[in-house]
């Protein structure tokens, strides 16, 4: 009986975890903000102004920091609230700011707000890699429409910030 479960189970465990750490989806929504980098940088660092303007990530528990363990509360579109703990892995401020967070093999999440210079001001990407094997079950369609409400909600909120309404 053990080497029938073995024989046949391991095999098995051992694709599943393949399959969960190799399945993957980028999302990636790009936006250009007639307005200095620093100036989007500002806005996106105030967190505690979220819940007044960002219809996506309503809220932001704790400080953009190198290292940081925040609580990130992210609405989908039934307005159900998602509560998810990430970790700040990169800041370089005015430039690029990457959470990553989940259950490795399970789903995990790899977010960046990346902020580059543009002729007409700042292009803001937002790009995410999801991996695990969670992506089977779970219709992450609503993503990168969520994605492109929170940079237009962004270039609003820059605009409204600066005084460019």
Known sequence: MLWTILKWGLPVLAILAVAGFSTRKTF???????????DVWRVL????EYPAWN????????RYTEGAKLQNKVVDPTGKIL????TVATLIPERELR???GIPGILTF???WLLEPFSAGT???QHEIDRGIGLWFWN????????AKANEALKARVKTRDGKT
């Open 99 to 101: 959470q990553k967070g």
């Open 140 to 147: 992450s369609d609503w993503i990168e429409p969520a994605y």
């Open 45 to 48: 660092m105030a967190t505690e």
């Open 123 to 125: 292009k803001v990407t």
């Open 55 to 62: 219809p996506v990530f309503v809220e932001v528990e704790g």
């Open 83 to 86: 509560e998810m703990t990430a």
């Open 28 to 38: 990636r929504v790009e936006t250009v903000i007639a307005a200095a980098p620093e």
């Open 110 to 112: 790899d977010h960046r």
